[in-house]
Every structure is written in C-alpha cells, then in structure tokens.
C-alpha cells in the first residue's frame, strides 16, 4: 500500500475501510501495512490528479480532527479539567493544571496549541473545498458533493469547539461578542493572516450554514458499522445540529432537528439513515465501539494512536492525574450505586478514577465526539425549555433507565419545567462524564465555574463576568493577524 504525502501534508491510507481518522488495522492487507512502498512527495500543482490523492485529502481533514491537540485528547483533557467533576492530583501543567485551577493565558501551551489545531483542520476543509470546485471532473459528481460534504462537516465541528471555547457564551447577548476570524477560502501561505473577528452569531450561523449543506449531501449511511461510527454522515450532520442550536437557545430548532433522528415514541430510534438507538453502555465503551448509539468517535489504532500527556484515558485514569470530584456528581446521592455507568471507576488510595476509557497502553480507546444518548438529552432539554414536560421526561427516563432500569425519579424531580431542566443538566453530568462537556454546559447557561479542592491543591470560582470565564486569545495568533484585536 502505498502512503503518499498531499498538499497540504496529510498522510493516506487507502483502501475502503482504512479512510479518515480511522482504522483498525485489519481492515486493510497486513503485509501491505507492515512493508509500506516509499512515501511520495505531492506537490500542489498536482494534489487534485487522481482519486486516491483526493481521497488523501479527506483522510486529512479527519487525521488533523484527530491531533493529539483536538479531539485525539486534549480537548478532552482541558473541557473537563476547567469544570469541577475532577480533582488535579499533580500540578503538571503539561496536563491541563492551568486548565483545572484557572489560570491559562495567552502563552499557554493548550491556548496556542488548540488554536492552530482547529484551524488547521479548517483550512484543510477548505482547500478540498476549493480544490474539488476547480477539479470537478476527478471523481464522479456524487464522490464530490460528499466529499464536499465531509469538509463542511468537520469545518463546522471545528468553528463550533473553538468558538464556545474563545468566545462570549452565546446566550448572554445573541451572539453579539466578538467571535473568531471566519476563515472560509483556501489558505497555502500567510499572505491573508490579517483578519477581523467575526460576531459569535456570524461563526455559528456559518456552522449551521455548512451543517445544513453538509446534511444535504452526505450519505444515509456507509457499508460497515466502523465508517458509520468514524465518518461523517447524514445523521451526524443533524445530531451537530442539535448541539448547536442547543447552545444557541434556539430550543425550537434543537426539536426539529432532533425529530429527523429520534422517534416519536419509546425505544426511540432513527427510523432513516443509520438506524442509532440506546445500547448496552457498558459494550459502548469497552467491547462495541462502532454500535449504533456512537454517531461520531475519535478512533485510535496501534499505527495512529494520540498517546502520552495529550491521551485522555493516560492522563485521568493510567497516570492517576485527575480523581472523580467527591463533592462533584459522583457524590450525588441520585445516582444509584445500581446504575451502570457507576462501574467506570476504580479505586486507589482512598478515591475514585474514572474508567470509562480502560484500555491499557498505548490506549487504543475510541473517544466519542457524538452519542445518540446526547441528542436525546439535548432533545429532553429544549422540550422542558419549551413547555413539554411529558416528552422531555420520556426522554430524560430512557436515557437513566437504560443505565438504570428500577430508577425512579422523585416527583419533585420532574414536577415543574425549572425542575425537569434541572434534573437533565444532572442528568447530562452523569451520562457525559469524562466526554468534554460540563464546562460548556456551564458556560452556556451562565453559571460559574465551580470552585474545587483537594486537601492539596485548590481552585477558584470563575463568575461569568471574569475575564477568564473563557479561554484568551493565544499570543500567537495576537502577533501574527493585526486585525484580530480591531
């Protein structure tokens, strides 16, 4: 098999199952891997020749998605570190302890590497944009509206982890703080670094923009369980979808969406497309990876694995860096010690770990981007934000019953829509543990940021007026674009 280097550099590996950010390595011919042919230097000029090398390109925009400094690990690592489910045992500030108690700045390490890391991956997006606009005749004309399709996929994934980390919470004012530069076109040197901050409500209209037009033009489905779980696809473009307007407060918009994938009545199920429904969520996270509840996930492989401080499962569970927050949701008292997701843990000198991700080294966990239990409590939430308390509690009891099957809700619980929205913000604390999202969940509601503490180490309350309530801009990008400060 041979890898080639395309422009920009991205590695390949084709073959029908052996594509994106991938793969399992018997997916493809073993003696091929193993004794690899030279690798080629493609330039520019030539990039778009052929449909392996437009395939490279693909694989590329999944690969960059993947860095160790996006959702290979560090995203991850930093999200839950700033929230308060864990406790920093360490102080390494190569793992994420500025994160935890609240002290990044500009120069710090994940604030420049994060940064140039989703933008990276948005600049490949854009150049197979561009590239298969002026190549239209390479591969057939459906190859290129998906491939199209994919690119504006991960460019709104991208624009949407680093525009709820940079900028102002979308709900304190519509979107009317300044955003992030909206990098739409093809960049191969800095000749067009200089570039204003668009508003918060510009960046997320184009992610719904490229999220509408990606869902339009992805297939229904793929040929194997591993590509519906690791590439994008009609559903993956819609269960985004409800993330976004999620964060937005556009709850009437979450439902729309939701109810293209989630059926009207319990099991729900996607009735099109990939048929996602609920799974065995212990299988999910340690013998099924590619089940129908994974809609998007980070797969690692032996040859292509995030390892080291940028590994989530390394840094939270091998290396014994961050123990489960005892005052955080793993000592609520809701959650029932015969709950299911109650196994993701060990104990080691006299705390909890969280095991979610237990593979041993060189911890070949997939992690998850997107799970149909999140577009069920996005869908739960908008439905109690919107007055539908029935729905939203149908809802919010499949996901804990899945977990939980003699669960039963107090009725104080659920009695009042400030209740149930209050019940599936906890009930989001507890299914999404360890996946990347309480602190946005925090800072999309404008709550603070807890303050936390071991008998060693502590950290600050972030109130939502603190300037460090969101990431600073990194010096980098301050130096270099002299309009991203007008």
């Given at each position: 098999m041979k890898r080639v280097h395309t422009y920009p550099t991205v590695r390949r590996i084709p073959g029908a199952l052996c594509v994106g950010l991938l793969l399992t390595i018997s997916s493809c011919d073993d003696q091929t891997l193993l004794n690899p042919a030279p690798e080629t230097s493609i330039s520019g000029a030539n990039a778009f020749d052929t449909p392996d090398r437009i395939l490279g390109l693909v694989n590329g925009i999944y690969k960059s998605v993947k860095s160790g400094n996006f959702y290979g690990g560090n995203y991850y690592i930093y999200t839950e570190a700033r929230g308060e489910e864990f406790i920093n045992r360490t102080s390494n500030t190569f793992t994420a302890f500025e994160a935890w108690n609240q002290t990044l700045n500009s120069g710090s390490n994940f604030v420049a590497g994060f940064w140039s890391a989703a933008y990276t991956s948005i600049n490949n997006a854009n150049i197979l944009i561009k590239g298969l606009t002026d190549n239209p005749t390479k591969v057939s004309a459906a190859l290129t509206k998906q491939y199209i399709a994919e690119a504006k996929f991960l460019r709104a994934l991208s624009y949407y982890s680093l525009v709820t980390l940079y900028a102002r919470p979308y709900n304190e004012n519509k979107g009317t703080s300044p955003g992030l530069?909206?990098?739409?076109?093809?960049?191969?040197?800095t000749a067009n670094n200089d570039l204003k901050r668009s508003t918060v409500a510009e960046v997320y209209a184009q992610i719904i923009k490229d999220l509408d037009e990606a869902e339009a033009d992805l297939p229904l489905n793929y040929a194997s369980a591993l590509l519906n779980t690791t590439r994008a696809h009609r559903n993956t473009?819609?269960?985004?979808?409800?993330?976004v307007y999620l964060n937005s407060g556009n709850y009437a918009k979450v439902i729309e969406e939701a109810k293209k994938i989630v059926s009207t009545g319990a099991p729900f199920a996607a009735s099109s497309g990939v048929a996602h429904k609920l799974q065995n969520i212990v299988e999910i996270f340690t013998t099924n990876y590619t089940s129908t509840e994974s809609i998007l996930s980070v797969p690692m492989t032996e040859l292509d694995n995030v390892g080291g401080q940028s590994s989530f499962p390394y840094v939270y569970n091998a290396n014994s860096e961050y123990n489960l927050n005892p005052t955080g949701i793993w000592g609520d008292t809701e959650w029932k010690s015969t709950d299911l997701r109650r196994t993701f843990a060990r104990t080691a000198s006299?705390?909890?770990?969280?095991?979610?991700?237990?593979?041993?080294?060189?911890?070949?966990?997939?992690?998850?981007?997107?799970?149909?239990?999140?577009?069920?409590?996005?869908y739960a939430e908008a439905a109690a934000r919107t007055g539908d308390v029935a729905k939203a509690t149908e809802l919010l009891k499949a996901v804990r019953n899945r977990s939980d099957a003699a669960y039963v809700f107090p009725a104080s619980a659920l009695e009042t829509p400030t209740a149930l929205v209050n019940t599936i913000l906890k009930e989001r604390r507890i299914e999404l543990l360890g996946e990347g999202f309480r602190s946005n969940d925090l800072l999309r509601n404008l709550l603070p940021l807890p303050a936390k503490a071991s008998s060693a180490l502590s950290a600050p309350e972030v109130k939502p007026t603190d300037v460090n309530y969101i990431l600073p801009l990194p010096n980098v990008e301050i130096v270099t674009n002299k309009k991203l400060l007008d």
């Open positions: 530069p909206l990098r739409l076109q093809a960049e191969t040197n473009a819609i269960a985004l979808k409800t993330r006299g705390v909890q770990f969280l095991t979610k991700y237990n593979k041993p080294s060189p911890f070949l966990d997939y992690l998850p981007i997107i799970r149909y239990s999140e577009v069920l409590l996005n």
